[in-house]
Antibody
Framework: EAQLVESGGALVQPGGSLRLSCAASGFTFTTSAMSWIRQAPGGALEWVSSLSGSGATVFYSDSVKGRFTISRDNSINTLFLQMESLRVEDTARYFC???????????????????????WGRGTTVTVS | DTVLTQSPGTLSLSPGERATLLCRASQSVSNNFVAWYQQKPGQAPSLLIYDASRRAAGIPNRFSASGSGTDFSLTISGLQPEDFAVYYCQQYGSSPYTFGQGTKVEIK
């Protein structure tokens, strides 16, 4: 059974840094794109960042671009989110999720992941105050 | 960026009734790459639908979805007690991969 477990959430002061981790098991990590999604208290889901299976292709929301860095270590089946220059508005529960599906383009050489969120972790809480 | 607007914000229905949730995109979603998620209080979201109309593994067939371009919908035929939750749509046709603001389905 696919499982994702986030860790690293904490209380941090504005301007501080934090590194979140997401340990994956039960599926082929190297062929899954991965994402971070956050949810402020009482709020809606907000997509934060995604990266491809190899880690070569990354995407960020405008709200975190330049401050957050997504990465992965496929040797230990773990996804990371390095967060710098944290703001009060970054306070949220952070979820990781996998995206195992995709397609090849017409050339048959380029693979494009479908960044919907299949399996979710339970999340880890980041409080900036 | 593609903004997703879900309606209504809250849907008050009785068990057994049919729920129809709407998701409108500010621009056409590439390849109709829309997903729907269910979130219960205190839990992580769970995937219901992907590619606008494909049910995820293990999702009961009372959940169905359709749509194309900018207009998408999720229908729950015959609400069960466990279906009362918040539902989100998401587009993954182009980055940023935005979510809607959610529709709460509550017991009337």
């Amino acid at each position: 059974e696919a499982q994702l477990v986030e860790s690293g959430g904490a209380l941090v002061q504005p301007g501080g840094s934090l590194r979140l981790s997401c340990a994956a098991s039960g599926f082929t990590f190297t062929t899954s794109a991965m994402s971070w999604i956050r949810q402020a208290p009482g709020g809606a889901l907000e997509w934060v960042s995604s990266l491809s299976g190899s880690g070569a292709t990354v995407f960020y929301s405008d709200s975190v671009k330049g401050r957050f860095t997504i990465s992965r270590d496929n040797s230990i089946n773990t996804l990371f989110l390095q967060m710098e220059s944290l703001r009060v508005e970054d306070t949220a529960r952070y979820f990781c999720a996998n995206s195992p599906s995709g397609h090849f383009d017409s050339s048959g050489y380029n693979y494009y992941f479908h960044y919907y969120m299949d399996v979710w972790g339970r999340g880890t809480t980041v409080t900036v105050s | 960026d593609t903004v997703l607007t879900q309606s209504p914000g809250t849907l008050s229905l009785s068990p057994g009734e049919r729920a129809t949730l709407l998701c409108r995109a500010s621009q056409s979603v590439s390849n109709n790459f829309v997903a729907w998620y269910q979130q219960k209080p205190g839990q992580a979201p769970s995937l219901l639908i992907y590619d606008a109309s494909r049910r995820a593994a293990g999702i009961p067939n009372r959940f169905s979805a359709s749509g194309s371009g900018t207009d998408f919908s999720l229908t729950i035929s015959g609400l069960q007690p466990e279906d009362f939750a918040v539902y989100y749509c998401q587009q993954y046709g182009s980055s940023p991969y935005t979510f809607g603001q959610g529709t709460k389905v509550e017991i009337k």
